[in-house]
Every structure is written in structure tokens, then in C-alpha cells.
């Protein structure tokens, strides 16, 4: 089942940093977006088709609610993994594209 959560605080611009034990993290630098809806699918992965669209949303056409686009794709998404489609199959005859089928 895929999986639709809420993220902590979300950063345009973040400087990837090592620390003396070769781990890494990601160091906020400006412009605070806020939380994001963050969708995975079932094995955990993260979706960047839909969190991708999700931040262009938010900071380029400054969306101020993303949670019915958000219920929408996951439902969308889970609607692919239910039936074993992929989301960028797209057969000749449009009454098979997963599009239309949803």
C-alpha cells in the first residue's frame, strides 16, 4: 500500500555535509517551504514522480494546499499497485492507458 505522510520543515536550498565519520547529512541553507505531503510506495521507496510534483507545486506556483492533490496521487498510486500498472505505460488504445482506467 503506498504510503502518504507529512514531512518536517523543507528547504530549497540545503549543503550536503560529512562529518569525521564519513556519514552525511544534509545542512538547511535558506528559504523554508514548510511541510510537504511525501509519497512512498509499498516497499518503502520513495516516489519522486509525485513528491517531485508536489514541490514544484509549492514553490513555484506556491500552492497553500496540497492535500487534495496529494489524497488524489496517492490514491492514483495505490490504484497502480493494485492492479499492477505502471504510471508511465501508455498503450495505443487510450482505454488501456492507466490513466483512463483509473
Known amino acids: ?7 518536517d520543515d523543507v528547504f530549497k536550498e540545503t549543503e550536503l555535509i ?6 552525511f547529512h544534509c545542512s538547511p541553507l535558506k528559504d523554508n517551504i ?7 510506495t509499498k516497499e518503502g521507496d520513495f516516489n519522486h514522480e509525485a513528491n517531485s ?3 514544484y507545486q509549492k514553490t513555484i506556483k506556491q500552492a497553500k494546499d496540497l492535500s487534495p492533490c496529494a489524497q488524489a496521487l496517492q ?14 505505460y501508455f498503450p495505443p488504445v487510450k482505454r488501456l492507458k492507466p490513466t483512463y482506467l483509473f
Open 75 to 88: 490514491a492514483f498510486y495505490q490504484f497502480l499497485e493494485d492492479n499492477n500498472l505502471r504510471w508511465d
Open 34 to 40: 514548510g511541510s510537504l505531503p511525501t509519497l512512498f
Open 53 to 55: 510534483y508536489f514541490f
Open 1 to 7: 500500500m503506498s504510503v502518504l505522510i507529512h514531512s
Open 18 to 23: 560529512s562529518n569525521s565519520d564519513g556519514l
